[in-house]
């Protein structure tokens, strides 16, 4: 069975830095591309990146291209979202998922539980 | 890349049928057939539900289907169910390895 577990929840300040977290498993964890989305509190699902623990690479939505940071270790099969400087505006769920299909019109199949930032002062 | 147009809320009765439109432009949904569909209930992760525009994964009840016409995509859900109450999100691809989600429908059933 694919599951994707996320970190837990987290509380942070203004200017602090935060990497969170997604741990793969029942899958060959290098041959999927794991994506990020965020929902803020109420809001829509947006995509922010996805990336190949395969190959390494990496593709940001223009919208949060330089906000945030994304990598992964192939040894621990996990996939991390990373910021250097959080804003209250990026209090929000981030959900992980598996791409299926790869960059080019995948979908995701399978998704983490989901781990809530807030950040407040 | 703005979010592809969906209505903010649609209702049925059960039984009933309802379809959700996903508007985009000929540079995502009008440009590819890579188009999915995700339910969210509340406080839960979403759920894939269709994908390439037509395709049920397996254990989604074939209540569900989708389809595309020019720049739309619809998705229907025939024979409403109590549980099937949820936000319903679309997806296209949009080249340049981009991907766009649409904003949302909540569906209820009355």
């Known amino acids: 069975e694919v599951q994707l577990v996320q970190s837990g929840a987290e509380v942070k300040k203004p200017g602090e830095s935060l990497k969170i977290s997604c741990k793969g498993s029942g899958y060959s964890f290098t041959s999927y591309w794991i994506g990020w989305v965020r929902q803020m509190p109420g809001k829509g699902l947006e995509w922010m990146a996805f990336?190949?623990?395969?190959?390494?690479?990496?593709r940001y939505s223009p919208s949060f291209q330089g906000q945030v940071t994304i990598s992964a270790d192939k040894s621990a099969r996990t996939a991390y979202l990373q910021w250097i400087s959080l804003k209250a505006s990026d209090t929000a769920i981030y959900y992980c998922?598996?791409?299926?299909?790869?960059?080019?019109?995948?979908?995701?199949?399978?998704w983490g539980q989901g781990t809530l930032v807030t950040v407040s002062s | 890349q703005s979010a592809l147009t969906q209505p903010r809320s649609v209702s049925g009765s059960p039984g009933q049928s309802v379809t959700i439109s996903c508007t985009g432009i000929s540079g995502d949904v009008g440009n590819f057939n890579f188009v999915s569909w995700y339910q969210q209930h509340p406080g839960r992760a979403p759920k894939l539900i269709i994908y390439d525009v037509s395709r049920r994964p397996s254990g989604v009840p074939d209540r569900f289907s989708g389809s595309k016409s020019g720049n739309t995509a619809s998705l229907t859900i025939s024979g409403l169910h109590g549980e099937d109450e949820a936000d319903y999100y679309c997806c296209s691809y949009a080249g340049r390895y981009i991907m766009v989600l649409g904003g949302g429908t909540k569906l209820t059933v009355l």
């Open positions: 990336f190949s623990p395969g190959n390494s690479d990496a």
């Open positions: 998922a598996r791409l299926v299909g790869g960059q080019i019109g995948g979908f995701f199949d399978s």
